[in-house]
């Protein structure tokens, strides 16, 4: 059996909560812990994220690739279209 935890929420969220659960055709209870072990599992599989490791390893000569993405694919693409004729 797990830990026992009381908490107090706010009647606005109870009274949202107690929607969802209704909707959802399950208790409160279920809704909240299920809730919280899907906060759990999402924390989890961002922490095991395998890109994670490269951030910050690449070199690029554009400082300003995120800003400018759209015209660097349109460079890219005018590109590969010259070298096709």
Do not use: F
Not at 15 to 38: D, G, M, W
Not at 65 to 71: F, K, M, P, T, V
């Amino acid at each position: 059996m797990g830990r026992k935890l009381v908490i107090e929420l706010p009647n606005d969220l109870e009274n949202q909560l107690t929607a969802q659960a209704e909707s959802l055709n399950v208790s409160l209870e279920n809704l909240i812990l299920q809730s919280l072990a899907q906060l759990v599992n999402s924390a989890e599989s961002a922490q095991a994220d395998p890109i994670l490791p490269l951030i910050g390893t690449l070199r690029l000569e554009n400082s300003d690739l995120g800003e400018n993405h759209d015209q660097y694919l349109s460079q890219a693409l005018q590109q590969e279209l010259n070298l096709g004729e």
